[in-house]
């Protein structure tokens, strides 16, 4: 089975510009994960959705990020408009389950996303 | 909310053992994960822990005490392929309503020959 699919892999865009991440999670797996990760913060959590259902988007940093889930394989998520220090690796990861158990997260090879 | 500490940065040498620790405050503890990312790459999964003591999974061991907050990945025989960071993460109650992982920042290990 193909793991965590994400698209592009690099992005390069200039300030002001809107930004669209997209994500293919584990086919069968409930849980879908969008994460940032940069040298001062780490990974970081910004949404994630149940059953294609927002759960908890309190990591979503301000109004400019966007994230949905319009079905059970497909996820977007969405900068507008883009500034520089939204400049990081954007992970998705997908879980069979997201709590309890020993239910892991498998993550996607990640987006670079770079803001001029 | 979850905080999590781990060294920023340990080095070791090829054949030897290495033990990367953790300590961490959190409500809601719900298990401790331990993953591993190469440079350039995406983090894989390691290794869980829910309940207190050892587990073993090949040259990587993961060890936790609840009651002290603590964990630590022991390697075992160290390859160079073991350079990588090791990402320390607990599941905890959000406080929204949900559990979900909070990451440290990760270990920068160095294996040197």
């Known amino acids: 089975d193909a793991g965590v699919i994400q698209s592009p892999r690099h992005e390069v865009t200039e300030m002001g510009q809107e930004v669209t991440l997209r994500c293919k999670p584990i086919s069968g797996h409930d849980y879908l994960f969008w994460y940032r990760q940069t040298m001062m913060r780490g990974l970081e959590l910004l949404i994630y959705f149940n059953n294609n259902v927002p759960i908890d988007d309190s990591g979503m940093p301000e109004d400019r990020f966007s994230a949905k889930m319009p079905n059970a394989s497909f996820s977007t998520l969405k900068i507008q408009p883009s500034e520089p220090r939204d400049s990081a690796v954007y992970f998705c990861?997908?879980?069979?389950?997201?709590?309890?158990?020993?239910?892991?997260?498998?993550f996607g090879p990640g987006t670079r996303l770079t803001v001029l | 909310g979850q905080n999590i500490d781990q060294p920023t940065e340990m080095t070791a040498t090829e054949g030897a053992i290495v033990q990367i620790n953790c300590t961490y405050q959190?409500?809601?503890?719900?298990?401790l994960f331990w993953y591993q990312q190469h440079a350039g790459e995406a983090p894989t999964f390691l290794s869980y822990n829910v309940l207190d003591g050892l587990e073993e999974k090949g040259r990587f061991s993961s060890f936790l005490s609840r009651s002290k907050g603590y964990s630590y990945l022991l390697l075992k025989e160290l390859q160079m392929k073991d350079s990588a960071s090791y990402l320390c993460?607990?599941?905890?109650?959000?406080?929204?309503?949900?559990?979900?992982?909070?990451f440290g920042k990760g270990t920068k290990l160095s294996v040197i020959p």
């Open positions: 959190t409500s809601g503890f719900n298990g």
């Open positions: 990861a997908s879980s069979p389950r997201g709590a309890g158990g020993t239910d892991t997260q498998y």
């Open positions: 993460a607990v599941r905890g109650y959000s406080g929204a309503g949900s559990y979900q992982l909070t």
